[in-house]
């Protein structure tokens, strides 16, 4: 197999193994609260998490991805031009990159939580002018974590760049079983939703301690002797303050590495959060706490399958990255022969996770029966969303920029302009085929952009047969895809 597909295997493993924890013990957590909180506890309580992961978008904007794709680039242009470009004189700077992203990161962050304290405020104050202290604080009490993820972020993108997503997701899972607990105990003993809130809002600080202080007292090591070299002339050119710079040389190149490449990410993921969140909120304020509660359980079931393609398609974006840098034809091959697969297979795939999740829970949640019946119609996005995703990182990695960020935008109005008609119209269903819309959209937007730019041949057939090369792929990866595991040789 070769060495670059073993690695997307064995990244995509623990992703994948990652994400699936996480979303195990978040919805251990959900059951938590839904027996002891009851559906309109469970929806105010997550409506007010929704009112503030919306202004996640103002953390994230891209620099996740615009990290990983700057180093890379610096990477590539090190190893071979030698000296050609201030990232490669300066020895690419990893540390100076990160700490420009974390300090845009925070001050997203603290904006955040400004518009958040104001519409807290309002929310808080009635039409008398009484102001109750209650409400207020239960809206401020998961701001800690805009900050938390900041700094979460930050060294998760460090552990992808550097091949490390085993640590990143091991310090993510302590992070998260640390908010779990805590918050369980609590409502356990009885605690309001504020104090819930507030126990659930801090892992990121943990994970992040735990991966800069294993980076710290882990001797780094060089990517190349070429690089070593340059690193080593370069000695006396590297001395400049690790202040952050507006205006020196080094400083002009490393806002412009980020922002070049930040803005594609940051509007996307942007249209990805108001899919995420708005259809809680929206159901929260047109069909009650209640109403809401019993969503929250079905969308929490549903992004399950989502999860998995996200996962994945995090751990392939770095080789995504080098391949559109070294070997851009590939990349053709890669994307057809997933787009094939999944489209052959993705609804069966889905419709079983959620099937299997669903007779696990109704047993023991017989209440939520409305919320389990919502399952199917979430299918089509479910299928969307998977066909869709590794086009788009495809896209990227080829920068193109600007049509992936129109699909985006217009998946977003669309889903924008039906969200609030479909739930007046047909309630709980409604808001689920609203949120149908934007995958669906998004997919069929993407797939002719790859189509255009021959990214997929225009005389490609998603339902057609595979090429000789995407089925010479999907049989290596089927025949080891266990190669990927610590414990299987190939």
């Given at each position: 197999?070769?060495?670059?597909?073993?690695?997307?295997?064995?990244?995509?493993?623990?992703?994948?193994?990652?994400?699936?924890?996480?979303?195990?013990?978040?919805?251990?957590?959900?059951?938590i609260?839904?027996?002891?909180?009851?559906p309109?506890?469970?929806?105010?309580?997550?409506?007010?998490?929704?009112?503030?992961?919306?202004?996640?978008?103002?953390?994230?904007?891209?620099?996740?991805?615009?990290?990983?794709?700057?180093?890379?680039?610096?990477?590539?242009?090190?190893?071979?031009?030698?000296?050609?470009?201030?990232?490669?004189?300066?020895?690419?700077?990893?540390?100076?990159?990160?700490?420009?992203?974390?300090?845009?990161?925070?001050?997203?962050?603290?904006?955040g939580?400004?518009?958040?304290?104001?519409?807290?405020?309002?929310?808080?104050?009635?039409?008398?002018?009484?102001?109750?202290e209650?409400?207020?604080?239960?809206?401020?009490?998961?701001?800690?974590?805009?900050?938390?993820?900041?700094?979460?972020?930050?060294?998760?993108?460090?552990?992808?760049?550097?091949?490390?997503q085993?640590?990143?997701?091991?310090?993510?899972?302590?992070?998260?079983?640390?908010?779990?607990?805590?918050?369980?105990?609590?409502?356990?003993?009885?605690?309001?939703?504020?104090?819930?809130?507030?126990?659930?809002?801090?892992?990121?600080?943990l994970?992040?301690?735990?991966?800069?202080?294993?980076?710290?007292?882990?001797?780094?090591?060089?990517?190349?002797?070429?690089?070593?070299?340059?690193?080593?002339?370069?000695?006396?050119?590297?001395?400049?303050?690790?202040?952050?710079?507006?205006?020196?040389?080094?400083?002009?190149?490393?806002?412009?590495?980020?922002?070049?490449?930040?803005?594609?990410?940051?509007?996307?993921?942007?249209?990805?959060?108001?899919?995420?969140?708005?259809?809680?909120?929206?159901?929260?304020?047109?069909?009650?706490?209640?109403?809401?509660?019993?969503?929250?359980?079905?969308?929490?079931l549903?992004?399950?399958?989502?999860?998995?393609?996200?996962?994945?398609?995090?751990?392939?974006?770095?080789?995504?990255?080098?391949?559109?840098?070294?070997?851009?034809?590939?990349?053709?091959?890669?994307i057809?022969?997933?787009?094939?697969?999944?489209?052959?297979?993705?609804?069966?795939?889905?419709a079983?996770?959620?099937?299997?999740?669903?007779?696990?829970i109704?047993?023991?949640?017989?209440?939520?029966?409305?919320?389990?019946?919502?399952?199917?119609?979430?299918?089509?996005?479910?299928w969307?969303?998977?066909?869709?995703?590794?086009?788009?990182?495809?896209?990227?990695?080829?920068?193109?920029?600007?049509?992936?960020?129109?699909?985006?935008?217009?998946a977003?109005?669309?889903?924008?302009?039906?969200?609030?008609?479909?739930?007046?119209?047909?309630?709980?269903?409604?808001?689920?085929?609203?949120?149908?819309?934007?995958?669906?959209?998004?997919?069929?937007c993407?797939?002719?952009?790859?189509?255009?730019?021959?990214?997929?041949?225009?005389?490609?057939?998603?339902?057609?047969?595979?090429?000789?090369?995407?089925?010479?792929?999907?049989?290596?990866?089927?025949?080891?895809?266990?190669?990927?595991?610590?414990?299987?040789?190939?």
């Amino acid at each position: 197999m070769p060495k670059s597909v073993k690695n997307t295997l064995r990244n995509s493993f623990f992703q994948t193994f990652g994400a699936f924890t996480i979303t195990g013990l978040n919805f251990i957590l959900i059951l938590i609260y839904a027996h002891l909180l009851g559906p309109e506890g469970l929806g105010d309580l997550s409506t007010s998490q929704a009112q503030v992961l919306i202004w996640v978008t103002l953390v994230d904007l891209g620099l996740s991805s615009a990290l990983i794709s700057a180093l890379t680039l610096a990477e590539g242009e090190t190893l071979t031009e030698g000296e050609s470009s201030e990232l490669a004189r300066q020895g690419f700077r990893t540390q100076d990159l990160i700490n420009r992203v974390l300090f845009i990161r925070l001050v997203g962050a603290s904006v955040g939580s400004i518009f958040i304290y104001i519409f807290s405020w309002q929310h808080a104050t009635d039409v008398d002018g009484v102001f109750n202290e209650e409400i207020f604080w239960q809206a401020m009490a998961y701001v800690p974590y805009l900050f938390s993820v900041a700094l979460m972020l930050t060294a998760d993108a460090y552990c992808k760049f550097r091949g490390r997503q085993g640590l990143g997701v091991v310090s993510v899972l302590i992070g998260v079983l640390a908010t779990v607990l805590l918050p369980a105990y609590l409502a356990f003993q009885g605690y309001g939703i504020t104090y819930l809130l507030l126990a659930q809002s801090w892992g990121g600080i943990l994970s992040a301690f735990i991966i800069w202080v294993t980076f710290f007292l882990t001797p780094t090591r060089p990517l190349s002797e070429n690089l070593a070299e340059s690193a080593t002339n370069c000695r006396e050119s590297r001395r400049i303050s690790r202040k952050l710079s507006f205006s020196s040389s080094w400083g002009i190149t490393a806002w412009h590495a980020l922002t070049k490449d930040a803005w594609p990410y940051a509007i996307t993921f942007g249209a990805v959060v108001l899919w995420q969140r708005l259809d809680l909120i929206t159901a929260s304020h047109l069909l009650g706490f209640a109403e809401a509660g019993l969503y929250v359980l079905a969308v929490r079931l549903s992004a399950v399958p989502i999860l998995m393609a996200t996962s994945v398609g995090h751990a392939i974006f770095p080789d995504l990255q080098r391949v559109g840098r070294d070997a851009p034809a590939k990349v053709v091959i890669y994307i057809g022969a997933f787009t094939k697969f999944l489209f052959r297979y993705g609804v069966l795939i889905g419709a079983g996770i959620l099937l299997f999740l669903s007779g696990l829970i109704y047993p023991f949640f017989p209440k939520y029966k409305v919320a389990l019946e919502l399952l199917p119609w979430f299918l089509p996005g479910i299928w969307a969303y998977w066909l869709h995703s590794f086009i788009v990182g495809g896209l990227f990695s080829l920068r193109r920029y600007r049509d992936v960020v129109l699909s985006y935008i217009t998946a977003a109005c669309v889903y924008l302009l039906v969200l609030i008609p479909l739930t007046k119209l047909f309630g709980l269903v409604g808001v689920a085929l609203a949120s149908n819309t934007f995958p669906i959209v998004l997919f069929i937007c993407v797939y002719q952009v790859a189509k255009r730019y021959e990214i997929l041949p225009k005389d490609f057939r998603i339902s057609g047969s595979y090429t000789y090369q995407e089925a010479r792929m999907v049989m290596e990866v089927k025949r080891k895809s266990l190669g990927f595991l610590p414990f299987v040789r190939t």
